[in-house]
DNA sequence: GAGCACTGC
């Protein structure tokens, strides 16, 4: 006790050399002030453990209020078994009788799948039978047969625009819903609609934290007369309306929360120290270090290398300390190691990034380190343009987090702030539906049938001037007409495709133009949509052979033809795994994107698009494909910025403008037309003209481009991203000739003068 | 001169 004590206020000690030192916590924050004694996790997944889950209990209170009540809330933290039991609970008490289904969704693919075989396991029969799941190029079920089919919430928001009352389900259970993702905001706002409609449906809404109240009161259709309070479901109670909340707790162990006693001025710094203090005090139990990026994880795990081996040196200590890092952008293989149980005398230190948060759970995690930052996309709908950005987390965030720390036995979470700061953050994350760009979102709700996206009833209302961005962008595109309506021509087509809106229309466009590079567009579209950021593994120290990579397969027209060039060598190459190691390619997004090619290619036949056909190297018309989906980010080479103190050789930064609607002529000869207006001339809803100077502002290539060090006169891009020097960055840029812009979008771009 | 995390019949 007496060395945990000195562990938790190592201040005398540690305060010096790292101005790192943490408050011991009188009042621990604690997950599950229940404390309780049960088998480890592993022994949960067997059959005859299921009636021990927290669940179990609530099994006929929660029968009751589904039956009377159209919409339950259900508030289970982690561990209480809800998603593995409520659906079973259901099937028992008769709601999957008639051929109707338990539908449970989840905001990810994996969590789907292992969570079916799971319950198939517990109920006893083959997956696919009783009990399937569907996600995304994988359905495992038997129309007639599966009564319980978890699904990710994409595959049903999918599922809906063929049936849009969900008629072959009785119960729909959002699982994770606290996640608030985008598709489970727009689901809930759907389901929220299909119970007016269909007032036999039962909606269970499931959240592991403190929004009970604010699901309570979306479902709530409280005094508006036009709904029918109470309907009969047959035999049995009226139905409430209003909501029930249910609260299950958690089968967690507690974790005491610890702050710092001042600000640490270096979070990666400051969470590395906090770890060799962990590994100094030689409790047992692997750390868990919260960081945000590739980059922060990679020192931490280099300064933590260090700190082992001069451990391992000056000995005395139990266990090495292995520091391992864990990020998307690692090989698979890569990330197994964080996963696989450290060997015979060494402790595990996983560094990772915010994948550890959600998608990836690590056994035998005892001690969180927190940075309390997370990285995170933010939206500027003013000027169209997205960053990735450095913030606080939220409270429910960091709560996530520290319970990681308590799944195996009690744990203890550092957080690298002061609790005074820590009260300051927000309670929770800002839903993706309103920092997000909302172009396919919108598409899919019209799709859907929702003519008054405005209207639309929201958890989270998304920002009107980002709705406005995303219908005015539509209405360039085609997909959207004067009315907003979905066109024939366009919009309805590129509904059924699950690519965004403006990749559709590029792919759409591939296979109408006169000269049709339709084969070439699919691999470029599937290999963007399987690997936005590109097919490359990114481990550290491959820099300059990651490069040299890219290289042997880039071209002059710019990043998206030259995934061409890596699509057609993978294939040549026989999709051989050494090859794309010897490459640096991830192999996983190579066959995914075969996968997405597939898959597209299929949905584009069903649309009674032509057989796919080749360019044979025409890329003028390859380039024009592309710029018909992406003319909106066009942008023109404006001057070379030289930094005076830069060495004579250096190049400077090639500076680019946008071309966007500002109005106002233009020296460069092509100017975009103030206003955005749909394919037939006329003014597009909602356009906006010289609000914003987008004309303004300075651009550069991202230099992990092909075309970083060329400096062509004009380029469309795909994505912009703000870098940390404050620059705009393009990103997946095409060299384009200006004609080409003024033949595809006369409608956007006129010769200026 | 450089990559938070997900998802789509």
């Given at each position: ?23 011991g ?43 009377t ?15 593995t ?21 989840q905001?990810?693919r ?14 006893g029969?083959?997956?696919?039978e009783?009990?399937g799941?569907a996600?995304?190029f ?26 849009p009352?969900?008629a072959?389900y ?28 269909r007032p036999d ?10 929004q ?11 005094r ?8 009969q ?5 009226p139905?409430?309306?209003?909501p029930a909340?249910?609260?299950?707790e958690g089968?967690?162990h ?13 979070y ?11 590994h100094k ?6 750390i868990?270090?919260?960081l ?34 864990l990020?998307a952008g ?10 696989s ?12 990034t ?15 380190v ?10 500027n ?6 960053a ?14 520290a ?35 909302l ?17 639309f009833?929201w ?24 009315d ?21 229309k590029?792919?759409l466009?591939?296979f ?20 936005p950021?590109?097919?490359w593994?990114?481990?550290p120290?491959?820099?300059k ?24 060598a ?13 490459q ?11 996968e ?6 299929r ?7 032509p057989?796919?056909?080749?360019c ?59 206003g ?11 356009a ?28 469309v ?12 960055e ?24």
């Amino acid at each position: 006790m007496a060395q945990q004590q000195g562990f938790l206020k190592p201040g005398e000690r540690s305060k010096k050399a790292f101005g790192v030192a943490f408050e011991g916590n009188n009042d621990p924050y604690v997950h599950n002030k229940k404390q309780r004694t049960q088998p480890p996790t592993s022994h949960q997944r067997r059959p005859r453990d299921a009636d021990r889950l927290p669940v179990a209990k609530y099994r006929r209170q929660l029968l009751y209020l589904v039956e009377t009540h159209a919409t339950v809330v259900v508030l289970g933290e982690t561990g209480s078994g809800k998603t593995t039991q409520i659906p079973q609970f259901l099937d028992e008490a008769g709601w999957t009788e008639g051929g109707r289904m338990v539908a449970c969704t989840q905001p990810r693919r994996a969590a789907a799948v292992t969570v079916a075989s799971r319950v198939a396991e517990e109920a006893g029969c083959e997956l696919g039978e009783a009990v399937g799941y569907a996600v995304r190029f994988e359905s495992v079920m038997q129309q007639g047969m599966t009564r319980i089919k978890f699904l990710t919430d994409g595959v049903l928001l999918r599922e809906m625009m063929e049936d849009p009352l969900l008629a072959r389900y009785s119960v729909v259970m959002v699982d994770e819903a606290h996640e608030r993702s985008l598709a489970t905001d727009m689901l809930l706002g759907l389901l929220k609609k299909v119970q007016r409609r269909r007032p036999d449906l039962r909606l269970i809404v499931a959240s592991a934290t403190l929004q009970a109240e604010e699901l309570r009161a979306f479902f709530d259709p409280g005094r508006d007369s036009s709904v029918v309070k109470t309907v009969q479901p047959g035999p049995g109670a009226p139905v409430q309306r209003t909501p029930a909340i249910i609260s299950i707790e958690g089968r967690t162990h507690p974790v005491e929360v610890h702050f710092l006693q001042q600000p640490c001025s270096n979070y990666v710094v400051a969470s590395v120290e906090t770890a060799v203090d962990i590994h100094k005090a030689d409790l047992p139990g692997d750390i868990l270090v919260f960081l945000t990026g590739q980059q922060e994880v990679e020192d931490a795990v280099r300064m933590l290398d260090r700190e082992a081996e001069r451990l391992s040196a000056s000995s005395g200590y139990g266990s090495k300390l292995l520091p391992l890092p864990l990020y998307a952008g690692l090989t698979g293989t890569a990330q197994a190691v964080a996963f696989s149980p450290a060997p015979r005398g060494y402790r595990k230190c996983v560094v990772a990034t915010n994948i550890a948060e959600t998608s990836l759970t690590l056994e035998g995690v005892v001690y969180v380190v927190d940075s309390c930052f997370v990285k995170q996309r933010a939206y500027n709908p003013l000027l169209g343009l997205e960053a990735l950005c450095v913030a606080p987390v939220s409270k429910a965030s960091a709560t996530q987090r520290a319970g990681r720390a308590g799944r195996v036995r009690p744990g203890k979470a550092f957080r690298l702030c002061t609790a005074q700061d820590f009260a300051k953050l927000p309670d929770t994350t800002v839903p993706e539906m309103q920092r997000a760009e909302l172009q396919g979102m919108v598409l899919q709700l019209k799709a859907l049938g929702i003519d008054n996206i405005m209207r639309f009833e929201w958890l989270a209302p998304p920002p009107a001037e980002a709705m406005v961005r995303a219908l005015e962008a539509l209405a360039a595109l085609g997909v959207l007409d004067q009315d907003a309506r979905l066109t024939q021509d366009v919009g309805l087509p590129l509904a059924s495709l699950s690519l965004d809106p403006s990749l559709g229309k590029a792919l759409l466009t591939a296979f109408r133009q006169s000269v049709p590079c339709s084969q070439e567009m699919l691999t470029i579209v599937a290999m963007l949509t399987a690997a936005p950021h590109g097919p490359w593994v990114a481990p550290p120290g491959v820099r300059k052979a990651l490069d040299e990579a890219k290289s042997r397969f880039a071209v002059v027209e710019g990043d998206l033809v030259s995934l061409l060039n890596v699509w057609r060598a993978w294939q040549e190459h026989g999709c051989s795994a050494q090859w794309c190691a010897k490459q640096l390619l991830n192999q996983h997004s190579l066959r995914k994107a075969e996968e997405v090619r597939k898959q597209l290619a299929r949905a584009c036949a069903r649309l009674g698009l032509p057989e796919p056909e080749s360019c044979d190297g025409d890329m003028d018309h390859l380039r024009k494909g592309i710029v018909a989906g992406l003319f909106m980010n066009a942008a023109v080479f404006e001057s070379t910025d030289h930094n005076p103190l830069a060495p004579e050789s250096d190049p400077g930064t090639h500076v680019y403008r946008l071309i966007r609607p500002v109005g106002g002529a233009d020296a460069t000869g092509v100017r975009a037309r103030s206003g955005g207006r749909d394919g037939m001339g006329r003014a597009a809803p909602g356009a906006t003209t010289g609000a914003l100077d987008a004309g303004r502002l300075r651009l550069r290539i991202h230099s992990g481009s092909v075309l970083a060090r060329c400096r062509p006169e004009w380029v469309v891009f795909q994505t912009v991203q703000q870098s940390d020097s404050g620059w705009y960055e393009m990103q997946g840029v095409t060299a384009v000739q200006p004609d080409m812009l003024l033949e595809v979008a006369p409608h956007f771009f006129q010769k200026s003068r």
